[in-house]
């Protein structure tokens, strides 16, 4: 998961790696417009929960002339340097693989260098989303249609659901890295159960399965203010699921604010309403031209209430695991205390005395 905001611009390179200092200045020596390449401005973009991530800028040779803050006179990349530990999340090489096709469909930016510890990416000149713009119509009906685009990508792969191997996988890892009092908190020992459950319930041959983003939250979104196209960013955890699963993690991230003093603190009653919802997946939907009636449009939007369920127990596993492998200045058991909170909350609420 990544939030990205802009933080203070800090000095010279040394939180850069060596290898990526040598990218970066080999592309701006190539760019002759770059007044020099050895003067650069660091900028770490605040709110990452995975990454550390930072915008390199040179003033070019007409900006210097002009003035460093003239506009459109300045080159910029993106270094991403990649969490440690995080590799029980997801394969760093498959994600890579998929951020190359993604740049082939023209979605999302294009990788610009690699290095051991992280990549170089192109520089989007676009707006990342904040927490209320999930709620402006507007926006939101951009990300609706942009999301049934992005669950048609021919990526290559099995077209199967991997939500299950991961919620397993990720299960065996927390249970390894936490204390028998944190295991015992979360209820671990029965989470295996509650997995199959979720499974067997939600498991059919009807549903859509899509390549889905699995973590569309605001800081993965961009928006070009002047063309207002969107594009989502950041595929760490990207695979083919059921697409309702993916617009179901998109509304509870509507709970989230990962920009304010407390970011581990979600507050649920943000969750879209039933208007909201509605509004979002007949946007979905109608985007490709279809036109479904009432009760397939019903369908989707009960099975979606149903894999917010799943969505709880990835991201609380996410945060448990987390706590122990990430740095990052982030309150990730309380973030996975609440997500656990919600699931038993909702799963009366949804599935009756299961």
């Not at 799943?310 to 205390?337: C, K, M, P, Q, T």
Request: proline share 4%.
């Amino acid at each position: 998961m990544v939030a990205v905001g802009i933080g203070d611009a800090i000095e010279g390179v040394d939180r850069i790696p060596k290898e990526a200092r040598r990218i970066i200045h080999d592309l701006a020596s190539e760019w002759g417009d770059v007044a020099d390449a050895k003067t650069l401005e660091v900028t770490q973009l605040k709110g990452a929960m995975t990454n550390e991530v930072y915008q390199i800028t040179w003033p070019t040779a007409a900006g210097h002339a002009r003035g460093k803050g003239s506009p459109g006179t300045r080159r910029k990349v993106l270094v991403r340097i990649y969490g440690e530990g995080v590799d029980v999340f997801f394969d760093r090489e498959s994600e890579i693989r998929t951020f190359e096709c993604m740049s082939r469909h023209g979605q999302g930016p294009r990788l610009l260098g690699r290095f051991a510890s992280g990549r170089v990416e192109e520089f989007i000149n676009a707006r990342t989303l904040s927490a209320a713009d999930l709620r402006d119509p507007e926006i939101s009906a951009l990300i609706a249609a942009k999301l049934r685009e992005f669950h048609n990508l021919d990526m290559p792969g099995p077209k199967t659901v991997f939500l299950w191997d991961r919620l397993r996988n990720w299960l065996k890892a927390a249970v390894n890295l936490c204390s028998p009092g944190e295991a015992e908190e979360f209820f671990l020992g029965n989470m295996e159960e509650e997995i199959n459950l979720l499974e067997s319930t939600l498991s059919g041959k009807d549903q859509r399965i899509g390549f889905c983003h699995n973590d569309l939250q605001y800081g993965n979104i961009m928006i070009d203010e002047e063309t207002r196209q969107v594009t989502i960013i950041d595929y760490e955890y990207a695979s083919f699921n059921p697409i309702a699963f993916d617009i179901a993690n998109h509304f509870c991230e509507m709970a989230a604010d990962y920009h304010t003093d407390t970011p581990h603190i979600l507050d649920f009653s943000k969750y879209p309403d039933i208007q909201e919802r509605t509004r979002f997946v007949q946007i979905y939907l109608n985007s490709s031209g279809e036109r479904p009636n009432d009760v397939e449009l019903e369908k989707l939007l009960q099975s979606i209430e149903k894999y917010a369920l799943a969505s709880h127990l990835v991201w609380g596993l996410w945060g448990i695991i987390s706590e122990h492998v990430n740095e990052i200045d982030f309150d990730y058991v309380e973030y996975a205390r609440q997500r656990f909170q919600q699931y038993w909350l909702k799963k009366p609420v949804i599935f009756g005395s299961k």
